[in-house]
């Protein structure tokens, strides 16, 4: 199947061309053929004429061997053309012509204009005449006529050959230059995405079908873009709002446990009231982060730095943390040279990845960072050995809230870690995903960030107002 509407308008409109043509070539086949076979018949027509005035006005009273004589002296010359048969009703055949060597010519009762064939002669067009009481039979060779129907036939399909090939680039090409509006909207559309839902699709001034749909397509992206900055602006206001009572609420908490007048039940229940106001706490600003980041309201302050310098000092911190859960934490670095990025954002997502890590992986098992600079990104995976996960939920780990498998109590989180490690490495200017680490199993996720002509800072306002406005977000922040 052809899976682009290109090629498949080329192959329609070089097959109703090539159709078209074919049945052209067939009409003018059998067009041409009555053409020549009238030119016969006219020719043989022309000869009996010829014969009937030799015979002159009283041939009725000719023996037959004055017909002989008087047809074979007008014949004499003709016989390269012409096979001629005269027939006399009681005396029976009358006049062979020489050519015919004694042979009688085909017959079809009731017709007077017939195709035939004889032996060593070929194919024959034939033309009965009624001069009573004479049967006159003429007959000219056909073969030069299929002949040269079978040379038309052997052009026509050479035509029809180079008609196909010719009539398929042109369909191509017109249906390029005929969708090239479509491709444009595909690419465009391609490019819009959450951070950039404020590009528009150009749509030229023809009204047309491929135009009104731009038109539509750009006011879905309006209430798309719309429907985005409600959805960013009640993130940000309640989760703005939402930290005054908070912190009101911790307040009055640690006033009572201060005073110092509670029951141990009663203490115990306070204590947890506040370990979950600061989850709770955690998850606002965690919330907070990602509306801004996506609303491009943070700006990041990218310095050229040696990766391999920055892992080394991250990887005394991993293998403190990878020991506490009984694990251990390996570092492989690969390639020098600098990488523009922000070290808190960069060891921010890598100890979100570690932490995840750290959980996956069985008692004793390694948990392996890489690291490789190019001339183009600088590429971090973080392996390690745990159950993996499938393909379809490789792309999930990173959307809000989507936490998988079971977790105990010490690994519950809010599920917007690997979130916020996507938004961090997009406001990089790279890209995250995961895979799996080797057939026997576990995760590696991956992530890359440009090393070649890094911008001074990420998109969003360059002011030091606005990054006063970026949260203070916690450096552990698990899916």
């Known amino acids: 199947?052809?899976?682009?509407?290109?090629?498949?308008?080329?192959?329609?409109?070089?097959?109703?061309?090539?159709?078209?043509?074919?049945?052209?070539?067939?009409?003018?086949?059998?067009?041409?053929?009555?053409?020549?076979?009238?030119?016969?018949?006219?020719?043989?027509?022309?000869?009996?004429?010829?014969?009937?005035?030799?015979?002159?006005?009283?041939?009725?009273?000719?023996?037959?061997?004055?017909?002989?004589?008087?047809?074979?002296?007008?014949?004499?010359?003709?016989?390269?053309?012409?096979?001629?048969?005269?027939?006399?009703?009681?005396?029976?055949?009358?006049?062979?012509?020489?050519?015919?060597?004694?042979r009688p010519l085909p017959d079809v009762p009731h017709l007077h204009r017939f195709d035939?064939?004889?032996?060593?002669?070929?194919?024959?067009?034939?033309?009965?005449?009624?001069?009573?009481?004479?049967?006159?039979?003429?007959?000219?060779?056909?073969?030069?006529?299929?002949?040269?129907?079978?040379?038309?036939?052997?052009?026509?399909?050479?035509?029809?050959?180079?008609?196909?090939?010719?009539?398929?680039?042109?369909?191509?090409?017109?249906?390029?230059?005929?969708?090239?509006?479509?491709?444009?909207?595909?690419?465009?559309?391609?490019?819009?995405?959450?951070?950039?839902?404020?590009?528009?699709?150009?749509?030229?001034?023809?009204?047309?079908?491929?135009?009104?749909?731009?038109?539509?397509?750009?006011?879905?992206?309006?209430?798309?873009?719309?429907?985005?900055?409600?959805?960013?602006?009640?993130?940000?206001?309640?989760?703005?709002?939402?930290?005054?009572?908070?912190?009101?609420?911790?307040?009055?908490?640690?006033?009572?446990?201060?005073?110092?007048?509670?029951?141990?039940?009663?203490?115990?229940?306070?204590?947890?009231?506040?370990?979950?106001?600061?989850?709770?706490?955690?998850?606002?600003?965690?919330?907070?982060f990602l509306s801004r980041a996506e609303a491009r309201a943070i700006t990041l302050i990218l310095k050229p730095q040696q990766p391999s310098r920055f892992l080394s000092v991250f990887a005394q911190d991993a293998r403190v943390l990878a020991e506490h859960h009984g694990r251990r934490f390996e570092l492989q670095c690969d390639g020098e040279g600098p990488a523009a990025f922000e070290a808190q954002r960069i060891r921010q997502v890598l100890l979100n990845l570690l932490v995840n890590a750290l959980h996956a992986s069985p008692p004793q098992g390694v948990v392996t960072l890489r690291s490789s600079v190019s001339a183009s990104h600088w590429r971090v995976s973080l392996e390690d050995q745990g159950p993996g996960l499938p393909p379809g939920d490789r792309d999930r780990i990173f959307e809000r809230f989507v936490r998988l498998g079971k977790r105990t109590a010490d690994e519950q989180g809010s599920g917007l870690g690997l979130a916020i490690c996507r938004s961090i490495i997009a406001l990089h200017r790279g890209r995250i995903w995961a895979e799996a680490a080797s057939e026997a199993g576990g995760l590696k996720v991956v992530f890359e960030i440009p090393t070649s002509d890094p911008p001074a800072a990420a998109s969003g306002p360059s002011s030091a107002a606005a990054r006063t406005q970026v949260p203070t977000i916690p450096k552990v922040a698990g899916t």
Not at 12 to 36: K, R
Not at 205 to 225: A, H, T, Y
Not at 264 to 287: S, T, Y
């Open 116 to 288: 035939g064939t004889m032996p060593n002669i070929g194919r024959l067009r034939l033309a009965e005449f009624i001069l009573r009481p004479l049967d006159i039979t003429i007959a000219s060779s056909s073969e030069q006529v299929y002949k040269d129907m079978d040379g038309y036939v052997e052009v026509c399909s050479g035509l029809l050959g180079a008609m196909l090939c010719v009539s398929t680039l042109i369909g191509f090409a017109l249906s390029r230059m005929a969708l090239k509006p479509v491709r444009l909207i595909r690419e465009t559309a391609l490019r819009i995405g959450s951070d950039n839902l404020s590009e528009r699709i150009p749509v030229s001034g023809v009204k047309d079908e491929i135009s009104e749909l731009g038109r539509l397509l750009n006011q879905m992206f309006d209430r798309l873009e719309y429907s985005f900055k409600e959805i960013r602006r009640f993130t940000a206001e309640a989760s703005h709002e939402l930290k005054t009572p908070l912190s009101l609420i911790r307040l009055q908490a640690e006033k009572l446990l201060v005073k110092g007048k509670l029951s141990p039940a009663d203490e115990e229940a306070v204590q947890m009231q506040l370990e979950e106001l600061a989850r709770l706490n955690h998850i606002i600003e965690e919330l907070l």
């Open 1 to 102: 199947m052809l899976r682009s509407i290109s090629l498949r308008l080329a192959a329609w409109y070089a097959l109703a061309a090539t159709i078209t043509l074919a049945g052209l070539f067939v009409v003018g086949y059998q067009l041409l053929e009555s053409y020549l076979v009238h030119g016969l018949d006219q020719l043989n027509t022309a000869e009996y004429e010829q014969i009937r005035a030799r015979l002159g006005p009283n041939y009725q009273s000719l023996t037959a061997s004055d017909i002989n004589q008087r047809i074979r002296a007008t014949t004499k010359y003709a016989s390269v053309l012409f096979y001629i048969e005269v027939d006399e009703p009681g005396r029976g055949v009358v006049f062979y012509s020489n050519n015919l060597d004694g």
